[in-house]
């Protein structure tokens, strides 16, 4: 079955350190990958996404992103970490095959970011 | 400004109510979406419409219904037939015509039942 999954429900990481999220997929035929972030009681933001191409996707607030087809992975990366990232991040795919439902978008769990000072 | 406006931004409700939450976009989207969200388990889909006056249902459509009688309108009713209401509840929209396309979300409507 076509799932996603998000390793770390939580991630705390000092201000200025590296931030990496993991996300990783099953499927046999590359998809379409997204990255979200929510802030409390708010909705969704996109961050970036893959969809052909470069496999180095770099997105808003300094965030950047590797499609690791050999891997089934999409982890997300920041080089330096800001108070202002805390926030709850979601991976979020399309998958390409299978007779899935038009638009649909598969979540993972969620990996909720915490920076300390 | 395009967007999405979701209301109201918190909804209570008793047990036994039906009960309607709004989602009107600006974006002249032809697809639009609306998703429950729960603690730990990111989001899943309830419904979704791909253009005037059809609909389908998502993965955990028991309980709700919808209607897409406008293009920028996309009503949610949670029915007493829901066995757990409350959550939050996001609603998005995309352009159609390509898979790759992203959704844009709402801000989201919080409802608990009483």
């Known amino acids: 079955a076509q799932s996603v999954t998000q390793l770390g429900s939580h991630v705390s990481v000092s201000e200025g350190a590296l931030v990496l999220l993991r996300c990783n997929y099953s499927?046999?035929?590359?998809?379409?990958l997204f990255w979200y972030v929510q802030y409390p009681n708010q909705g969704l933001q996109l961050l970036l996404k893959?969809?052909?191409?470069?496999?180095l996707v770099k997105g808003i607030n300094g965030f950047e992103a590797e499609f690791k087809k050999s891997e089934t992975s999409f982890h997300l990366t920041k080089p330096s970490a800001h108070m202002s990232d805390a926030a709850e991040y979601f991976c979020?795919?399309?998958?390409?095959?299978?007779?899935?439902?038009?638009?649909?978008?598969?979540f993972g769990q969620g990996t909720i970011l915490t920076v300390h000072p | 400004d395009g967007g999405i406006t979701q209301s109201p931004k918190y909804l209570f409700r008793k047990e036994g109510q039906n009960v309607t939450l709004s989602c009107e976009q600006n974006?002249?989207?032809?697809?639009m979406y609306w998703y429950r969200q729960d603690p730990g388990q990111g989001l899943r889909l309830i419904y979704y419409?791909?253009?005037?006056?059809?609909?389908q249902k998502g993965d955990i459509a028991e309980g709700y219904s919808v209607s897409r009688e406008k293009k920028e309108s996309f009503p949610l009713t949670v029915t007493s037939a829901q066995k757990n209401p409350t959550a939050f509840y996001l609603c998005?929209?995309?352009?159609?015509?390509?898979?790759?396309?992203?959704?844009?979300f709402g801000p989201g409507t919080r409802l608990t039942v009483l």
């Open positions: 998005a929209s995309s352009r159609a015509g390509g898979s790759y396309n992203e959704q844009f």
């Open positions: 499927s046999s035929v590359p998809p379409y």
């Open positions: 893959y969809t052909t191409g470069a496999t």
């Open positions: 979020a795919v399309r998958f390409t095959a299978g007779g899935t439902s038009y638009g649909k978008l598969t």
């Open positions: 974006l002249n989207h032809d697809a």
């Open positions: 419409s791909q253009i005037v006056n059809d609909f």
